[in-house]
């Protein structure tokens, strides 16, 4: 198998744990607060991430980190808690493909925080994508009933967290390793978890035993294999098209969700989820689109309305 095919596979099993990862997220979440159920999914993480230091390479790896990347790692895993509990809140109002779609959204708003913090400049295609987007959002937000409007809301924030958190990490991708990322990620962001519950006053208790396996599940398939295979696809092809390949995450999220659940989104959530993928996709799939020059043809149609 060449370069190309194993980092289009990665990317394809990427989506495929992520899709399949929110089923027992959402089931995981009737039952325990989206603060708890957190706590407990990195505790999981944690023992997963650490299996690879069974190797010596990789105990040399993790031991040997610079203290300026334990920091960054830090920083990153604050972001993440912030993002995860608005997304795990997110969840527990939404229907799973519902969720997954918005979650796609983080591509549009990646793109807009690398335009002002990094100074990337944004071409045609981009903002036409970042539109497009913007009205799928603009469906599930206003056109919706109130519990899918404010879970739509969260989501899109927990969206603007990780994709600070991606910015944070283009920039210092050189530096920082798969192993080692996951084991202090997930290390780190136990405290800070523990710390949310705590501050909120909540009680700190072992869940149900099928609640146990469902978080288990979670960990496994969303914050393990699911980051892991997606850094193994952006070392072997462009980021565009392993943005590309992930955006089919919300569709094996929406077959899984009618397989396992029987629940399917609604006629509008369809459309304004549908927009958000379509646009999130032209966004990704831009630098290949400009060389069609699909922006010129579309400019004076536009400059038109």
Same mark, same amino acid.
């Given at each position: 198998? *060449?370069?190309?095919? #194993?980092?289009?596979? %990665?990317?394809?099993?990427? %989506?495929?744990a992520c899709g399949l990862g929110n089923i027992p997220a959402k089931v995981g979440l009737k039952n325990i607060s989206p603060e708890l159920f957190n706590f407990f999914l990195f505790l999981a993480a944690s023992v997963f991430s650490a299996l690879p230091l069974f190797k010596a390479r990789y105990r040399a790896e993790v031991s040997q980190i610079r203290s300026s990347t334990l920091a960054l790692i830090f920083v990153l895993s604050l972001l993440f808690a912030i993002?995860?509990?608005? *997304?795990?809140? %997110?969840?527990?109002?939404?229907?799973p493909a519902t969720a997954s779609?918005?979650?796609?959204?983080?591509?549009?708003? &990646? /793109?807009?925080?690398?335009?002002?913090? !990094?100074?990337e400049k944004l071409g045609f295609m981009e903002i036409l994508g970042g539109v497009i987007a913007l009205a799928g959002v603009f469906v599930l937000r206003f056109k919706t009933n109130l519990v899918i409007s404010q879970g739509s809301t969260l989501m899109i924030l927990s969206g603007l967290f990780f994709a600070a958190s991606e910015i944070i990490i283009k920039k210092n991708i050189a530096t920082i390793s798969t192993v080692s990322f996951l084991f202090y990620r997930n290390i780190f962001l136990i +405290? /800070? !978890?523990? =710390? /949310?519950?705590?501050?909120? =006053?909540?009680?700190?208790?072992?869940?149900?035993?099928?609640?146990?396996?469902?978080i288990v599940a979670t960990s496994l398939l969303l914050p393990v294999i699911g980051r892991a295979t997606y850094q193994m696809a952006l070392k072997r092809i462009d980021i565009s098209r392993?943005?590309?390949?992930?955006?089919?995450? +919300?569709?094996?999220?929406?077959?899984? %969700?009618?397989?396992?659940?029987? &629940?399917l989104?609604?006629?509008?959530?369809?459309? =304004?989820?549908?927009?958000? /993928?379509? =646009?999130? #996709?032209?966004?990704?799939?831009?630098?290949?689109?400009?060389?069609?020059?699909v922006g010129a043809m579309l400019k004076p149609f536009i400059s038109k309305l």
């Open positions: 198998m *060449n370069l190309k095919r #194993s980092g289009d596979l %990665a990317a394809l099993t990427c %989506a495929l993002a995860l509990t608005l *997304n795990m809140t %997110a969840l527990k109002l939404l229907e779609f918005l979650s796609r959204f983080e591509v549009i708003l &990646t /793109i807009g925080l690398a335009y002002f913090i !990094l100074r +405290p /800070i !978890l523990l =710390g /949310i519950i705590l501050f909120q =006053g909540q009680p700190l208790y072992m869940p149900p035993g099928k609640t146990v396996l469902l392993a943005a590309l390949i992930t955006q089919t995450t +919300p569709l094996f999220t929406a077959l899984f %969700a009618f397989l396992l659940l029987r &629940t989104p609604s006629s509008t959530e369809w459309l =304004g989820s549908g927009l958000i /993928i379509l =646009g999130a #996709s032209v966004v990704s799939f831009s630098h290949y689109l400009s060389r069609i020059r």
